[in-house]
């Protein structure tokens, strides 16, 4: 795999089938200049074989969090952009859960560890102190210091009158509010989706209206204050069913589907394993559907990667105990071109956009992946940046595999 500031100012590409300007391209030689997609001479240049390959543009992750630099015992800043590398992704939208970005001196002391990754990293703000939603920070100095938006660190807001206040307060700053959204008192101790298979298990479940009375929340506010949002991890029908209705009617709302969302629903729970345990639980196979659908009609616009490192000792343990969370920035384009194929008629390249490519462009910087489409492989421990693999696709076999990132 190559680094984006590798010391060869020239590589060609030979024999690659690109995906530029929003169509599949005949095969063909690409020249990389500096970066820059080429016209020029190749003489001289590094070649590499492409033949079977597509070239792709390199993705942008939706929801990361390298638990830097409180928890390094269980990740790094490092461990996380050398994912980002593997997986193919040339930037992200970055939150810190254990250490809110909440004042300017965070805020300064996290753009320098961006800056020094050489890789396109937007910092989401905390709104709140510590995560803790009792004091609001200076969202104002935040947003002028550079912050990309505020989020609740993924740790719902129990709180309606103080979400009320962050609205309000926040609207002069004029950024996105990213919010995950979970009423606490029905999410309470549950660990997995209300239904058949919690019965059936004798696990404690969170009801769907534990998400889809905080979506309704927040999209009123957001439409009272007229402050966009971003609704993250959206888990089941009902709760697309409203955020369709509220952009309807005017409402500046976005949102995510969690990649893992896509692939199992809670028949997955019968195998007792905690890698299937997410903040936002795995719902029915009707809301899974639901949830492709959102991305095929455009009412859900992103896939986020969701990467949450967790330690063995810590998903190693009985489901009720284990630690919400899984990785995915290593496989996830793997883990969805051949199901985004099946979902969309045979056009895998619809994933591209959802999971924030720039379109590829002669004459432009042009960050791509080299992706073999047809090679079946295992994902293995050593798939995995740092010292965690805490995903349920450990051991699986998946069709797709990243060649090289450039």
């Not at 590499?48 to 015992?73: M, Q, W």
């Not at 800043?77 to 992200?92: S, V």
């Not at 101790?189 to 019965?199: K, P, Q």
Request: net charge negative; charged share 20%; with cysteine.
């Amino acid at each position: 795999m190559l680094s984006p500031n590798m010391s060869k100012s020239m590589i060609l590409i030979k024999n690659a089938r690109p995906f530029a300007q929003g169509s599949w391209q005949n095969e063909q030689d690409i020249l990389l200049e500096n970066g820059v997609w080429s016209e020029g001479s190749a003489k001289n240049a590094l070649e590499i074989d492409g033949t079977g390959l597509l070239a792709l543009p390199a993705l942008f992750a939706i929801g990361a969090d390298f638990h830097e630099p409180v928890r390094d015992d269980i990740y790094s800043f490092a461990d996380g952009i050398e994912a980002m590398r593997r997986g193919g992704f040339y930037g992200c939208l970055y939150e810190s859960r254990a250490n809110p970005i909440d004042d300017l001196q965070q805020l300064a002391s996290f753009k320098q560890i961006c800056e020094n990754s050489k890789l396109d990293i937007a910092l989401l703000a905390s709104f709140s102190r510590a995560n803790e939603h009792k004091n609001i920070s200076e969202m104002l100095e935040l947003a002028n210091g550079g912050a990309y938006g505020f989020g609740d660190g993924g740790i719902p807001v129990g709180n309606l009158r103080f979400l009320r206040m962050v609205f309000e307060y926040g609207k002069a700053t004029g950024k996105t509010f990213y919010l995950h959204p979970l009423e606490t008192n029905l999410y309470n101790t549950g660990v997995v989706n209300e239904g058949l298979y919690s019965d059936t298990i004798g696990f404690k479940g969170i009801p769907e209206q534990a998400e889809t009375i905080a979506v309704y929340q927040i999209l009123e506010f957001s439409k009272w204050f007229n402050v966009p949002v971003h609704l993250r991890e959206i888990s089941c029908k009902k709760s697309i069913d409203l955020i369709a209705a509220a952009r309807a009617n005017g409402v500046n709302v976005s949102c995510d589907v969690g990649i893992y969302h896509l692939l199992f629903d809670d028949s997955a729970l019968l195998t007792l394993s905690s890698e299937y345990r997410f903040s936002s639980p795995l719902r029915t196979a009707e809301d899974k559907e639901a949830l492709w659908n959102g991305l095929l009609n455009g009412t859900v616009q992103y896939v986020s990667c969701n990467h949450f490192p967790v330690r063995k000792q810590e998903k190693q343990t009985n489901f009720e105990d284990a630690c919400a969370g899984a990785v995915s920035l290593e496989i996830a384009l793997s883990a969805l071109w051949s199901a985004t194929a099946e979902k969309s008629s045979g056009h895998p390249e619809r994933l591209l956009s959802w999971m924030g490519a720039k379109a590829l462009e002669k004459g432009k910087t042009a960050n791509l992946i080299l992706f073999n489409p047809n090679l079946e492989w295992e994902v293995e421990e050593s798939t995995f940046a740092g010292p965690v693999c805490n995903s349920p696709l450990l051991g699986k076999v998946l069709k797709g595999k990243i060649y090289r990132t450039l």
